[in-house]
């Protein structure tokens, strides 16, 4: 897991704001795919089952 302020490698896909991010490879350089907010838990597609090393939420909550 990366430290607050670690490099992120340089072949990482833009992840988007407001997306959960699912990558393949510590340093984030396998991108697996993304989900938005408000569904819940789901699972990854075939192509990333068991293949998950890293993510990133970009997603916010909102205040009620």
Known sequence: ML?????V???EPLCLNNR???YGDND???FLGSRGPG???RTVSD???D???SWKNRTRQIER
């Open 28 to 30: 984030f350089g396998d």
């Open 3 to 7: 430290a607050a302020g670690a490099a």
């Open 20 to 22: 959960v991010c699912i």
């Open 39 to 41: 569904f819940g838990i």
């Open 47 to 49: 192509k990333a089952n």
């Open 9 to 11: 490698s340089a072949t």
């Open 51 to 53: 293949k998950m090393d």
